[in-house]
């Protein structure tokens, strides 16, 4: 408005008919029908998403990441990391790059793309380890790449690293109330 | 008496893996991942290896079985058996899958069968002996025991 200030307009009609499919499916899939805010949302432990189309990758990383009290969300493919971003969005991603339907690449760049997923650090963990598939990836505006098989020290570092970096710059970019 | 008998023969089993090249250190970092909060995390994982990895060669058998072979497809079926069986350490079954990735790379449809026979063949052993050392397992928890780490650098 001419006044700084800002109004929302919402087309209700697509919200609700939004809303209800989503209900469907969370009932089809045995959740509750009502889903946690994902804005507002207060997590008592950083949420990490791991991408990879290994369900062993997803189980062996997840393990890792909960014992180091992580929470964890895993997606199979960049799609159905897209469908779950819905849903959530992680404090951090770790995404592989061979991945059918949508592999890391598209994945990142898409959500570079998005105002709402663009600030959600990546971390590429990867097999792929020549040095034009890590340029790709930091062009894209990856924050970190790993190769596959990594060390769990290593990984939990970058991670603990990449989230302080990501906090402190969300910190430079709140107004000084002061 | 019976638990240590136990205990031995399962470090000893296990030792022979790791020395024969079945398994590779990635093996004890899922061991290393089982505490009373996951006791089974190790059987889970292995036999979500076991799942996958028979679907995947199924679709290589089937995939290299067609009258124009879709390389590209192949490649990424290998790529995800080279993945998830160095997520678990199952080293021969990775090597295994390097080769063959090779072989796809050059379009090779006789070196691809070749390495086919050989990734099942890997595959096949590993389970087998994955299958052992958990049966050996479960009799030392029948027995009332602990399961032992291997410490690979003693």
């Known amino acids: 408005m001419g006044d700084g200030s800002v109004l929302v307009i919402l087309d209700l009609a697509p919200l609700v008919r939004h809303g209800v499919v989503r209900r469907e499916q969370r009932l089809a899939e045995g959740l509750n029908a009502v889903e946690l805010p994902t804005i507002e949302e207060q997590r008592a432990r950083p949420l990490v998403m791991v991408v990879d189309d290994s369900i062993t990758m997803r189980k062996v990383t997840g393990r890792v990441l909960e014992r180091h009290e992580y929470e964890v969300a895993t997606a199979k493919d960049g799609v159905d990391a897209l469908e779950k971003l819905h849903e959530r969005v992680p404090d951090l991603m770790l995404l592989d790059i061979e991945m059918p339907r949508m592999d890391g690449y598209e994945l990142a760049a898409h959500m570079k793309g998005d105002p709402r997923l663009r600030d959600v650090p990546i971390i590429m963990i990867t097999s792929r380890t020549g040095e034009k598939h890590r340029q790709r990836a930091f062009d894209l505006g990856v924050d970190r790449y790993l190769g596959k098989p990594y060390q769990e020290s290593e990984l939990l570092a970058q991670i603990g690293e990449v989230l302080e970096q990501h906090a402190e710059a969300q910190r430079a970019r709140e107004p000084d109330h002061g | ?154």
């Open chain 2, 1 to 154: 008496m019976e638990v240590e008998q136990l205990q031995r023969s399962f470090l000893e089993y296990i030792a022979a893996l790791f020395r024969e090249g079945f398994l590779d250190g990635q093996f004890s970092q899922l061991q290393l991942l089982q505490d009373e909060s996951n006791p089974d995390f190790v059987v889970e994982v292995v036999s979500l290896f076991f799942e996958d990895s028979e679907r995947l060669l199924n679709d290589l058998t089937k995939a290299l079985d067609q009258q124009n072979v879709d390389f590209k497809r192949i490649d990424a079926h290998v790529h995800q058996l080279k993945g998830s069986s160095s997520s678990i350490g199952a080293h021969r079954v990775k090597n295994a899958c390097i080769t063959f990735r090779n072989f796809c790379d050059e379009r090779n449809v006789e070196a691809c069968l070749r390495c086919l026979q050989e990734v099942k063949q890997e595959y096949l052993l590993a389970k087998t002996k994955l299958e052992a050392l958990f049966r050996l397992e479960q009799q030392i928890v029948a027995a009332g025991g602990a399961i032992p780490i291997l410490d690979e650098f003693s």
